[in-house]
């Protein structure tokens, strides 16, 4: 199944940027956009909901303005993420805003809802689910998702513990719709290894904290620059959900990373962003194992084209190392 056109045509590299909670606003998805990323945001960062308008009307006339000046290099399309979680109070009204300005993308997430689908399609939009198992996947589908978005190991914030070989290999036996896979990709290379393995796009979170636009609190992007994989703690404890967290602000907060105790997931609570919540992802920071490719703090659009350099490039790489690999049996049987 190909690719439905507004993520086939208006793309320039194949990543979305995922919708990072507190971080992610106007100024950053507007900037992937433009650069030819789908851009994306948690509704639940705009609080209180006129804001969520505010921000959907910026969006949507700042990328119309874009497009009229610059037919050549249109803008990608941008996507609004919607916690299905029975806990979330403001989803009736944020689907309702997200339909007033005929939202592209919707990203659902912590459960699948039949309805939420339907009200999507039913102003031309795209619903894109997260899951973390193929379980998961199969009920998504089932209740109406276009597309998949598999949260593998080594993923930022919420994140599951399976290899993304097992996890899309697993997909791919019985769906053919749009993937996008999430897990620990920083890297050009790392975008052309997850269409490999069977993805369409990827999706990448971690690294898009660390540059200009993002909303991130002081020290975060630091952190982010001087930290590696081995800096990552996987822990429930925050939200009662299992996610990847950089281990120096665990410290920092007075915790000691190496013994964490577990959480109670019964008590996990994704409903209007409220304080207890924000206060989890402001004080302990959310990061994947990818980031030992971000050097530095650039803008989104500088980010994006050193992205897209190294996706080429790792293409000839491959190109030239298929060469040789089919030139060997030749070059033996010459012998």
Not at 42 to 65: G, K
Not at 112 to 140: M, P, Q, S, Y
Not at 303 to 320: D, F, G, N, P, T
């Amino acid at each position: 199944m190909a690719l439905p056109p507004i993520l086939r045509d208006r793309l320039r590299l194949p990543v979305i940027g995922s919708p990072l909670f507190i971080i992610s606003g106007p100024e950053l998805v507007i900037a992937q956009c433009k650069a030819g990323v789908v851009g994306s945001f948690p509704s639940l960062n705009a609080r209180p909901i006129s804001q969520l308008d505010e921000w959907l009307a910026q969006i949507t006339e700042e990328l119309a303005a874009w497009d009229r000046a610059n037919p050549d290099t249109p803008s990608a399309p941008f996507a609004v993420n919607q916690i299905v979680h029975k806990t979330n109070n403001r989803l009736e009204e944020d689907i309702e805003l997200c339909g007033k300005y005929k939202v592209p993308v919707v990203i659902t997430s912590l459960g699948a809802r039949e309805d939420v689908n339907n009200a999507v399609h039913g102003w031309g939009g795209i619903t894109l689910h997260d899951v973390i198992t193929n379980r998961f996947a199969r009920k998504a589908v089932e209740k109406g998702a276009d597309g998949l978005i598999p949260v593998a190991a080594g993923a930022g914030g919420h994140a599951g513990g399976l290899s993304p070989f097992a996890l899309v290999q697993e997909i791919r036996e019985w769906f053919d719709g749009p993937v996008a896979l999430s897990g620990s990709i920083a890297h050009g290379k790392a975008i052309l290894s997850a269409q490999a393995m069977g993805a369409d796009l990827a999706y990448i979170g971690s690294a898009f904290i660390a540059t200009q636009e993002a909303r991130a609190v002081e020290g975060y992007k630091d952190m982010i620059v001087e930290s590696a994989a081995d800096d990552i703690v996987y822990s429930n404890l925050f939200t009662g959900v299992h996610g990847n967290y950089l281990r120096p602000s665990i410290v920092k907060a007075g915790l000691d990373p190496d013994n964490l105790p577990q959480s109670d997931p019964s008590k996990m609570n994704f409903g209007s962003g409220g304080n207890q919540e924000a206060k989890a992802w402001r004080d302990i920071w959310g990061c994947g194992q990818g980031i030992g490719a971000v050097k530095d703090i650039p803008t989104a659009g500088e980010m994006i084209a050193r992205l897209a350099s190294e996706y080429e490039a790792a293409k000839v790489e491959l190109a030239a190392k298929t060469a040789l690999t089919a030139g060997a049996p030749l070059a033996l049987a010459a012998e």
